[in-house]
């Protein structure tokens, strides 16, 4: 079964650091780009970063930009979120997300069920 | 970085057909044939409905069908039901690397 789980949510005081990391299991992992997209409280989707599957290629919300670093670890299969700096603005549940083809940026079709990060 | 526009809400009866539009720029929607479209009912995950402007995965019903015009994507429902009630998204890739959703549109089945 494909599957993603993320961790390492948490509640921090503005201007704090997390990491967040998303598991995944049931797919070749290095053959897919992967995202890390958020919901705040009441809003709509927000994509907030995405790496190709070798790290090579980056990409970042600029609401994030400069704050956040996103990285993969290929042999443990796994896809993390540094996030620095953190305001108020960045509560939300994150979720991470496979790219629904190795060709990149064709959609998300696998989506975990979120870790939630409240900054107060 | 704008999200693409995108009805708050829209509604339909049962067995009606409804369509959710999204409007981005040349810089997104306008450039990349790379617009998705996503299901999502409260408490679950979003769902993959619609990839590449047109294309269904394996396994969405041909109910769901999009299209593109300049800057703006399309979504059309066919034969409502009532579990089609939900929120609906657009993305676009936006050129760098980079991802944009819609603000979303409420999809209510009367």
């Known amino acids: 079964e494909v599957q993603l789980v993320e961790s390492g949510g948490a509640l921090v005081q503005p201007g704090r650091s997390l990491r967040l990391s998303c598991a995944a299991s049931?797919?070749?992992?290095?053959?897919?780009?992967m995202h890390w997209v958020r919901q705040a409280p009441g809003k709509g989707l927000e994509w907030v970063a995405g790496i190709n599957w070798n790290g090579n290629s980056i990409g970042y919300a600029d609401s994030v930009k400069g704050r956040f670093t996103i990285s993969r670890d290929n042999v443990k299969n796994s896809l993390f979120l540094q996030m620095n700096s953190l305001r108020a603005e960045d509560t939300a549940l994150y979720h991470c997300?496979?790219?629904?083809?190795?060709?990149?940026?064709?959609?998300?079709?696998?989506w975990g069920p979120g870790t939630t990060v409240t900054v107060s | 970085q704008s999200a693409l526009t995108q009805p708050a809400s829209v509604s339909g009866s049962p067995g009606q057909s409804i369509t959710i539009s999204c409007t981005g720029t040349t810089t997104d929607v306008g450039t990349y044939n790379l617009v998705s479209w996503y299901q999502h009912h409260p408490g679950r995950v979003p769902k993959l409905l619609i990839s590449q402007v047109t294309k269904r995965p394996s396994g969405i019903s041909d109910r769901f069908s999009a299209s593109k015009s300049g800057n703006t994507a399309s979504l059309t429902i066919s034969r409502l039901q009532p579990e089609d009630e939900a929120h609906y998204y657009c993305c676009s890739y936006a050129g760098s690397t980079t991802l944009i959703f819609g603000g979303g549109t409420k999809l209510t089945v009367l």
């Open positions: 049931g797919f070749i992992f290095d053959d897919y780009a």
């Open positions: 997300a496979k790219e629904f083809d190795p060709a990149d940026y064709y959609g998300m079709d696998v």
